[in-house]
């Protein structure tokens, strides 16, 4: 056969169109999709973008098979072809053939996952009733019958059936024939042996107790992975006992296996820890007392708190107080020690942080799980429920969203800066609540943006929920004063507003201006003690070793490894809240003598400004401190504003005039210097062009600096300088 010409090659290849997906298997996946639409088909769970491709492709095979009339009646003579589908067409077929197949396997992982939960779900009340009565039983799998074989107490049936399971333990792993029967979980079977399935249906491997506890201090500790973990444990049982293989001989991952051995190991412990709340009745306060801080939620006696009120860091020493601050004048100012003893509770001090590391990525996990909360977490459902009171708080009172200086300064408020880096997260970081002794309290899961003031007020609200409604709550937050502004002007929590009392945290108070600073840091003011409210940073530290291993982990992982993570780090604190007590009274000690001895020694030096002429005392320091604050107070927003513009007039005005000096300085000592006088020339002609566009922005108050009253006004103003910003 001749080989075509290259003219005819070129020819035919412009005209090549992609064949059409054969009518055989157009047909086989329409009899497939009527089966599913008509119910026959085990694959029944089908979206709307499915039945839409049934019946575009049943129109496909339908005009395939019946070509258009009208075509007929052209007859053979007329120039006109038959249908012939475009390559976008066949594209489209394609894309809607990989669709239904990425759906029918989603919807395969979706039914195995929750064939899986269930059967857990089944099995883990029965499964932690003999954990528990084993856990007696062996002495927490320490003593020397910890691993014998307890199945006759859970069953007495002869009907077994034997089935080779893995067995891996702390210094050995074998592969042993485990008899089971129809009457008991073969899960129950297992843990009659020291041992957990990794499966709640014939499982093939299951880890012993001890090994899983071990890793669980392990975890806790340096935060280990699964993966180099049982890698590690691997290597170290393969030198005491023979490897583990597969049917193809190859090594088995036991990755998989062990991660769910590990859910089901923290999930017994989490249960046990509610069966003891619930025995014991407790409410709210004591379970955070018994979670997080007894220190913070127990119940001290009144009369202990009474007679230790005195000598609690945040009282003021007696002999030499501190600068006080007026009752009359500052609003924000919490009550004294000696007014929370007529409530008989000590006020609970907490602080607020967000961290925005703790980020997830929308590859981590399927959209089809359902999302499990810890008890740790707010819900969901209540952050929503947040949401909407707020936003029906604003249309009620007309609230329109305003600026903030304070909140502008501080980046994590901001959701808008950081768009590029949370759009590929589903969740975008968390909100914390901590105690005083830095004991973790409550978090949120933030999913949209930023720090969105429904995840801290949702936390807030929980909090005065689960306390006594008697008692005084003290809120330290980086922007603590835009959070008391937010719930003023929306009347949020209206009758919670008597005992609650915000301020800023002792770090992040330096960046707000000095008057925020006298009316919210913990510093300045009477009632907060040595707290700084930078506890949550401490926590986010504790925290960070699991910022790389949980972002593409599953959501449902990273909550839970981030819950059972904090109670570690409760725990902890428990332990040593004696400990740390002890350290921060002997602190505070120490800080009220360094005081005294600075007051001592100020109180032998001369008052240069006293009439007549005596040493310092504390009256005139106490007038200094109430003169400050009153300054402050008296001075809006705008009037500083104004002050420091005009001030910064003066400024300008002194740079131009230390120009003109210079040049007639110049002019007559050194005429002869014509480029240096025609620089300054350029140098004056800029700074008054520029004074003159600084005084454009301020009408009809550049001109008091010029006219009759311009020398008080000066001095008014370069006397405002120092009175705003403090030394």
Avoid at 70 to 81: R, S, Y
Avoid at 181 to 192: E, G, N, R, S
Avoid at 579 to 605: F, P, V
């Amino acid at each position: 056969m001749p080989r075509p010409s290259s003219d005819n090659l070129f020819t035919e290849q412009r005209s090549y169109r992609p064949r059409p997906t054969p009518l055989a298997d157009q047909l086989r996946d329409l009899e497939t999709l009527q089966r599913m639409q008509t119910g026959t088909d085990p694959r029944l769970l089908i979206n709307p973008d499915i039945v839409l491709a049934h019946q575009q492709l049943e129109e496909d095979i339908h005009r395939q098979m019946n070509p258009n009339p009208a075509d007929e009646e052209n007859g053979p003579g007329e120039n006109f072809n038959h249908y012939d589908p475009e390559p976008e067409a066949h594209e489209d077929n394609d894309s809607l053939i990989d669709q239904l197949n990425a759906h029918h396997t989603s919807v395969d992982q979706r039914n195995r996952h929750q064939t899986i939960k269930n059967h857990w779900t089944e099995l883990i009340p029965t499964l932690h009733g003999a954990y528990l009565w084993l856990q007696v039983k062996t002495r927490n799998w320490t003593s020397s019958n910890a691993f014998e074989n307890f199945s006759t107490d859970f069953c007495t049936c002869d009907r077994f059936t034997h089935r080779q399971v893995d067995l891996i333990d702390l210094n050995t792993q074998k592969r042993e024939s485990i008899p089971f029967c129809q009457c008991t979980p073969d899960i129950l079977h297992l843990l009659a042996r020291g041992y957990i399935g990794s499966t709640p249906v014939a499982p093939q491997t299951a880890f012993s107790i001890n090994l899983l506890g071990f890793h669980n201090h392990l975890w806790q500790w340096c935060t280990v992975g699964t993966l180099p973990f049982m890698k590690a444990m691997q290597a170290w049982l393969e030198e005491r006992s023979p490897p583990l293989l597969t049917q193809s001989g190859k090594r088995r991952d036991l990755r998989t296996n062990f991660a769910a051995a590990i859910d089901v190991y923290r999930l017994l412990g989490d249960r046990t820890n509610n069966v003891i709340k619930d025995t014991l009745h407790l409410t709210k306060q004591q379970s955070l007392a018994l979670d997080s801080c007894p220190a913070c939620f127990g119940s001290p006696s009144s009369e202990s708190f009474t007679q230790n009120s005195a000598t609690l860091p945040g009282s003021t020493p007696q002999n030499h107080p501190m600068p006080p601050n007026t009752d009359s004048q500052n609003q924000n100012e919490p009550t004294t020690s000696n007014q929370a003893t007529q409530n008989q509770q000590p006020p609970l001090v907490i602080c607020l942080d967000g961290n925005f590391q703790h980020r997830h990525h929308f590859a981590g996990s399927r959209n089809y799980t359902e999302l499990i909360t810890p008890n740790k977490f707010i819900k969901p459902c209540s952050i929503n429920e947040m949401n909407d009171y707020i936003k029906n708080q604003e249309e009620m009172h007309r609230v329109r969203g305003t600026r903030d200086r304070c909140a502008d300064s501080h980046k994590a408020a901001d959701d808008k800066r950081n768009k590029s880096t949370w759009k590929a997260c589903d969740d975008t970081g968390l909100m914390g609540c901590c105690c005083r002794h830095d004991s973790a309290i409550y978090l949120a899961n933030i999913s949209d943006g930023g720090e969105n003031r429904k995840y801290p007020l949702s936390i807030l609200n929980q909090v005065l929920s689960d306390v006594d409604s008697t008692r005084d709550v003290r809120v330290l937050y980086d922007i603590g004063c835009n959070l008391k502004k937010f719930i003023s002007l929306r009347h949020l929590f209206p009758e919670d507003t008597n005992r609650l009392t915000f301020g800023t945290s002792v770090f992040h108070s330096y960046v707000h201006n000095w008057k925020c600073q006298l009316e919210f840091s913990p510093r300045y003011n009477d009632g907060w003690g040595l707290s700084d409210g930078e506890g949550l940073e401490r926590l986010w530290s504790f925290l960070s070793p699991l910022v790389s291993p949980l972002r593409y982990a599953t959501r449902n992982h990273r909550l839970a490894a981030i819950a059972h993570k904090i109670q570690f780090h409760n725990e902890r604190g428990k332990e040593n809240l004696i400990h740390w007590l002890g350290h921060k009274y002997n602190k505070a000690i120490s800080r009220k003598q360094e005081s005294t001895r600075k007051l001592d020694s100020l109180y032998k030096l001369i008052n240069p400004f006293a009439s007549p002429r005596a040493s310092y005392d504390i009256q005139f320091f106490e007038d200094q401190w109430n003169n400050q604050r009153q300054f402050q107070l008296n001075h809006t927003d705008a009037d500083r504003e104004r002050q420091e513009r005009l001030a910064s007039f003066l400024d300008r005005e002194a740079s131009l005039n230390r120009l003109r000096t210079q040049l007639n300085t110049m002019v007559s000592t050194d005429a002869g210097s014509y480029d240096n006088i025609f620089q300054s020339l350029l140098d004056i002609a800029s700074s008054m062009e520029q004074q003159q566009e600084f005084a454009r922005e301020l009408p009809g108050e550049h001109n008091i600096l010029i006219g009759q009253d311009g020398m008080p006004q000066t001095v008014f103003a370069v006397f405002l300088q120092p009175q705003l910003t403090p030394c």
